[in-house]
């Protein structure tokens, strides 16, 4: 069975400093990996998807890499803002009706 | 909007009553899904349905019914409710087989049973 885990559980940082969540999965026979951000209550905002074939993904100030055979991904935010403070989670899609599996989330500060 | 549409935004009910959720999506995806988030627990898959079909039915409990009448629509019945079935009811949406499998959540609907 796909088990998810994503370090550290919180991070809190000053603004301006980069960003480093963890995410790592047991099988690694996924189909892809994507990044979500969730805000207190809300929903989930997708950031990056990255096909189990690519080694990264980039956007802005976010950058995911994948190391499919070490069941890894890391997720940088460069320059942190205080409007990137949220709950960051991982999920990995494993069969062919896109199931995802998803780890317990980092939730991140960031002060002014 | 994600393209993806919840309503209601909230929702309480007692363990009596009959409720439904509603989702939409106007993205043209084919398979729709309902997760369940409670607190300090990861996000879990209740149902799975594509081209209207479920093919997942993720051990919930019957008291949670889905509905899915087309691509674009799909329902989760809820009767009899538990107190521990308050939790945040997301649905989402995916075009499988066909590419990515990019998801698109929508946001939630913060259900309360008393």
């Known amino acids: 069975k796909q088990e998810v885990t994503q370090i550290p559980a919180a991070l809190s940082v000053p603004e301006g400093e980069n960003l480093v969540l963890n995410c790592s999965f047991t099988d690694s026979a996924i189909y892809n990996l994507q990044w979500f951000r969730q805000d207190p209550g809300k929903g989930l905002t997708s950031l990056l998807l990255i096909q189990s074939s690519q080694r990264e993904q980039t956007s802005g100030r976010l950058n995911a890499s994948l190391d499919k055979s070490s069941g890894r991904s890391t997720l940088y935010i460069a320059a942190s803002q205080p409007g990137d403070s949220a709950t960051y989670l991982c999920?990995?899609?494993?069969?062919?009706?896109?199931?995802?599996?998803f780890g317990a989330g980092t939730q991140v500060v960031v002060t002014p | 909007e994600t393209g993806v549409t919840q309503t209601p935004r909230h929702l309480v009910m007692g363990m009596t009553n009959k409720k439904s959720l509603k989702c939409e999506q106007h993205?043209?995806?084919?398979?729709m899904y309902w997760y369940k988030q409670s607190a300090k627990k990861p996000l879990e898959l209740m149902f799975v349905y594509s081209l209207e079909e479920r093919v997942e039915n993720n051990s919930v409990p019957s008291r949670f019914s889905p509905e899915c009448p087309n691509s674009s629509h799909l329902f989760l019945h809820l009767h009899t409710l538990q107190p521990e079935d308050s939790a945040l009811y997301l649905c989402?949406?995916?075009?499988?087989?066909?590419?990515?499998?990019?998801?698109?959540f929508g946001s939630g609907t913060r259900l309360t049973v008393v």
């Open positions: 999920a990995v899609i494993t069969d062919s009706w896109g199931k995802l599996q």
């Open positions: 993205l043209g995806h084919n398979a």
């Open positions: 989402a949406s995916s075009r499988v087989w066909e590419g990515s499998y990019g998801y698109t």
